[in-house]
């Protein structure tokens, strides 16, 4: 045999052996995604290459390999990246960061609970110049990334301009379980004469009409857009500048409601959340008389549900001072206040008022 | 014989006092981590982070009211860092994550004064905090389930007497701010339900105290006492031997307040050094020595990173309060623009550098550090 035949036979053989035994140690065998309480925790893998070599990459263009743990038993590999990956996207299983070795696909989520907008306070239609604040309550926990205003857009429709009236905060106002978000209008703009009072005035002008609209691609935590594009309209009434006063509530108890729930009319709309957990009632020995606060149709007015009978003909009404009206005035304070008139109000919002009321 | 006798006395005196001095030190480095416990803190959120001596770095998590301190082991002094420049920062972080960058945060950014270390608070969609340390180009996950560490709740000063255990949802604290010093976490918050500010200073190792004050400012402009605003970020600065709280707040005054006099519950009248302009936020402030001279640099959401002078501010001895009559225009103490505008996080490196993540013009998010020489 010619010597150049027996290399080029030796060759093919060579070849025939890297190529068998590349198809042996080469493959990467994708197992099964690791599932934990409906989120894909890990990847287990099988393959006999030296698992030191492997890298998972997200998509097939990532240069940065994904962080994680990797726990071997014989073959079988199982990786645990930092966060669970995530739904909708593919992964590779790569070779010296380059060659793809394997790739496996996170399936989306089979159910998600659709998100709506259960209320956004205050729910009147026509809200003081000097309103403070504004609460958007939503039925998923939303999105912990991104900023809240980016969805949101207000419209002045009496001119025909969009408005940015909220104050910007990276720190935003969420509830604990993120499905309640504050929203300040901006107070610099609501005191008087302070600079952004002086150069763009209120934030809300007195006599116009607002459309306040939140983006539908505002997601859940878990990634579900809201299910439809939300729209308050709202108009702008007169300044309050006058602190919320006891003195003018009315409390009673409707004889043809079955809770006897205790009515409280605050004569004007208050915070909605405020409203709900400042006041405690007490019997006349001082002890707590239990029982939840709720809502009604109207904001000016919330009712006291009693756990039991009303036990004493009179009862003492505890409200803590920080109690506000829709501008932001608590039982102790305007929000705006000139220097000399600061000086003669009383600062601590966490004092207690007190009144007795019959109720039989 | 003898020779060996002494030559064996004198190793074994030797090797007992390097073992007395390994306790010696030992006991030094472990005072204030003798009361950590080993655990999962269930740390909820990172929003603000601060580190103190010895790799201890402070936690603020505003889901659970409270700071945390975790023993990182990162005490390996280190001196020399390569320079740092890695461009689509957002992007790799993501990948590194395994996940789209639409799906994350950066809550905060510190480097650990003692092995230079760049640490970074990441958020997920879904709330979950990551610690990751930078690594090269790549990065390191830090585990927050089975750490060594200490935990302090934040009371919440005005709901001593909450009226309704029961039903009462509880107040939201966003921590806006966070600092280590002299021994104290200095924490600056602001609630959901009133607009104010709080500021607390918490003895660490922790005990149960903690000092609140709420804080009164003089707005220029404003002709009147501004108590409720929410201070965004603060650092110290020694004035006459005495410490003093450098605040800034939303559109945008700074003021000073005598940290001693900011225990006990009590309301505090700050002195307005300077109003810095309508219509920014302010939301990183740090400090750099250079040529013997101190000097501030605040990065802000609408204006580049102002950088202060320290003898501006000392030799500025009066509270202002004449109104600023054009909009946006700055008063007080004077500061310098510098070409940096977009800085989302800062923090000092090393003595001469900054480390920095800006948002460039063309939308990518890079990560750079810069000589104080040149700022």
């Known amino acids: ?360 | 014989m003898m020779k060996k006798i002494l030559l064996a006395a004198g190793l074994c005196a030797l090797v007992l006092l390097s073992i007395s001095a390994t306790d010696l030190t030992g006991a030094a480095a472990s005072s204030l981590t003798k009361d950590f416990v080993n655990g999962n803190p269930e740390i909820a959120s990172i929003n603000q982070m601060s580190f103190g001596p010895e790799g201890i770095l402070f936690l603020g998590d505003s889901k659970n009211a409270a700071i945390y301190a975790l023993d990182t082991g990162d005490v390996t002094v280190t001196e020399a860092n390569n320079e740092i420049s890695i461009e689509e920062f957002d992007t790799k972080l993501a990948a590194a994550l395994g996940t789209p960058v639409e799906n994350l945060q950066i809550n905060d950014m510190v480097v650990n004064p003692v092995s230079k270390n760049v640490y970074f608070a990441v958020q997920v969609a879904d709330g979950t905090p990551v610690l990751l340390k930078l690594k090269g180009e790549g990065f390191e996950h830090i585990s927050l389930q089975e750490v060594r560490y200490s935990k302090m709740a934040l009371a919440d000063p005005i709901a001593v007497d909450a009226v309704d255990r029961r039903e009462r949802p509880l107040r939201h604290w966003a921590i806006s701010d966070m600092k280590f010093h002299k021994g104290n976490v200095l924490v600056s918050g602001l609630s959901n339900k009133e607009f104010g500010s709080t500021f607390r200073s918490i003895p660490f190792p922790f005990t149960d105290a903690q000092d609140y004050a709420s804080l009164e400012i003089w707005h220029a402009a404003h002709g009147a006492y501004e108590t409720h605003a929410p201070i965004k970020t603060f650092d110290i600065i020694q004035l006459d031997q005495t410490d003093y709280l450098m605040a800034s707040y939303t559109c945008t005054p700074l003021v000073l307040f005598p940290l001693d006099a900011l225990k006990d519950g009590k309301h505090t009248k700050g002195r307005t050094v300077a109003e810095l302009g309508a219509g920014n936020s302010p939301l990183d402030m740090i400090s750099y020595e250079k040529e013997g001279s101190t000097y501030f640099l605040m990065s802000n959401s609408n204006r580049p990173v102002m950088r202060i002078k320290y003898d501006a501010i000392a030799s500025f001895k009066d509270t202002m309060t004449e109104p600023v009559t054009v909009f946006g225009e700055a008063a007080g103490v004077a500061y310098d623009n510098l070409p940096f505008p977009y800085v989302l996080q800062m923090d000092n490196l090393d003595n001469t550098r900054v480390i920095y993540l800006q948002r460039l013009s063309d939308g990518d998010l890079k990560l750079r550090t810069r000589t104080t020489k040149w700022m």
């Open chain 1, 1 to 360: 045999m010619h010597i150049f035949q027996k290399i080029k036979y030796s060759l093919v053989f060579f070849c025939v052996l890297l190529g068998i035994a590349c198809e042996r140690e080469g493959k990467v065998h994708i197992d099964q995604i690791d599932y934990e309480r409906e989120k894909a925790v890990g990847v287990t893998f099988r393959t006999e290459m030296d698992v030191e070599q492997l890298r998972i990459f997200i998509g097939e263009e990532s240069q940065q390999s994904v962080i994680g743990v990797i726990v071997s038993e014989d073959t079988q590999h199982h990786f645990t990246p930092v966060i669970p990956f995530t739904p909708g996207e593919a992964y590779t299983v790569r070779m010296a960061d380059t060659l793809v070795m394997a790739s496996f696909r996170i399936p989306e989520r089979a159910v998600v609970p659709p998100n709506e907008i259960l209320a956004i306070y205050p729910k009147v239609d026509t809200v003081p110049e000097n309103l403070l604040k504004m609460y958007i309550a939503f039925k998923e926990p939303m999105q912990e990334v991104g900023n809240a205003l980016d969805f949101i857009q207000v419209i002045n429709v009496t001119d025909s301009t969009e408005v940015q009236p909220f104050l910007r905060l990276e720190s935003e106002l969420w509830n604990s379980n993120h499905t309640v978000l504050t929203v300040w209008l901006d107070p610099g703009r609501i005191k008087t004469d302070l600079i952004p009072n002086r150069e763009k005035g209120l934030p809300l002008t007195a006599g116009k009409r607002y459309r306040m609209t939140i983006d539908s691609t505002w997601r859940s935590r878990e990634g579900e857009p809201l299910q439809q594009r939300y729209t308050k309209h709202f108009d702008i009434g007169p300044r309050d500048d006058r602190k919320p006063d006891m003195r003018d509530w009315q409390l009673r108890i409707q004889k043809e409601d079955s809770t006897k729930s205790l009515y409280f009319d605050f004569k004007e709309p208050m915070d909605a959340y405020l409203a709900l957990e400042t006041i405690q009632l007490l019997d006349m020995d001082d002890r707590p008389i239990n029982g939840h606060f709720k809502r009604t149709d109207r904001e000016s007015v919330v009712r006291f549900v009693p756990d039991e009978e009303w036990q004493s003909p009179e009862i003492k009404i505890r409200v803590q001072s920080r109690l506000e009206d829709l501008a932001g005035n608590n039982l102790n304070r305007l929000f705006d206040t000139r220097i000399a008139e600061t000086k003669k109000q009383k600062q601590d919002t966490g004092a207690i008022r007190t009144m007795r009321v019959r109720i039989q």
